[in-house]
């Protein structure tokens, strides 16, 4: 059987991870993974929550209680995943710990702690709501492991309309702050965000591809990221800032 067939998608269910019909390398791989995707679920939605309390223009208000119900939402359906297989949310978010260290988590620590009035709010979204569109699209969408794929469908259309979200207030943005305000808080935020998506060709990586857990490598998701938002600023007349090749990514 060649490699991208052992694990079709959706094909393993809670169950076969329970009673151990799958190889313990999956099941090891897998807790990783839906780990990281439900701390970074449960970190923006505490950047929603803290937006709430910093983010003065009062329109914005529902859409970010929207916003903030779904990310709890979305924390939920991945910590569900995991309890079915046998570990709970602090079980999960203390393995997370060294991770929290790496580049990948820059992004969503920033929301979750420092997220500082509207401009910064948008760039948040653009780092995380676009990115997470992304992975749960492209990545998560078909994986073998079904609860995750079901999982990801739900979260789907949310994350689409945060991204749309993000999208709109991006032009508003810079109608009402200034080309120059916006394209000096997308330099703040822009390295963390390309670096979401992890480092490229990593063990880590390569073990989520082979078992099916994802569809993509880090390294091409986050092209697909930049060119995305590339499109989107020259729609808005503002130029992407240059970052370095290399992973983790800094401004050029
Ligand atoms: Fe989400
Ligand atoms: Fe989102």
Redesign the pocket.
């Known amino acids: 059987m060649s490699r991208g067939r052992e694990f079709p998608a959706r094909t393993v269910e809670a169950e076969d991870v329970r009673l151990r019909r799958v190889d313990p390398h999956y099941t090891k791989t897998l807790v990783r993974l839906l780990a990281a995707h439900a701390l970074a679920e449960k970190l ?1 939605a505490l950047g929603y929550e803290r937006a709430l309390e910093t983010v003065t223009n009062g329109s914005l208000r529902p859409v970010i209680e929207k ?1 903030l119900a ?2 709890r939402h979305h924390a939920a359906l991945v910590y569900r995943a995991l309890r079915d297989i046998g570990v709970t949310q602090e079980e999960a978010d203390r393995s997370m710990i060294p991770a929290l260290k790496a580049p990948s988590f820059e992004a969503p620590l920033r929301f979750a702690r420092s997220v500082a009035g509207e401009l910064d709010l948008l760039m948040a979204s653009l780092s ?2 676009m990115t ?1 569109l992304l992975m749960v699209g492209v990545n998560y969408k078909d994986s073998s492991y079904a609860p995750h794929a079901r999982a990801a469908e739900r979260i789907l259309d ?2 689409a309309e ?1 991204e749309l979200f993000a999208v709109g207030e991006l032009a508003s943005a810079v109608e009402r702050f200034g080309p120059q305000a916006v394209a000096a808080a997308l330099r703040q935020w822009l390295a963390a965000a390309a670096n979401f998506f992890g480092p490229p060709g990593s063990g880590f990586g390569y073990d989520c591809k082979r078992f099916g857990l994802k569809a993509r490598d880090n390294g091409e998701l986050t092209e697909l990221y930049l060119s995305m938002l590339e499109r989107r600023l020259d729609k808005v007349g503002l130029t992407m800032p240059r970052l370095t090749p290399g992973y983790p990514h800094a401004l050029a």
Do not use: V
Request: hydrophobic share 10%; charged share 50%.
């Open positions: 923006t916003h779904e990310e995380l709501d997470g949310e994350e945060h």
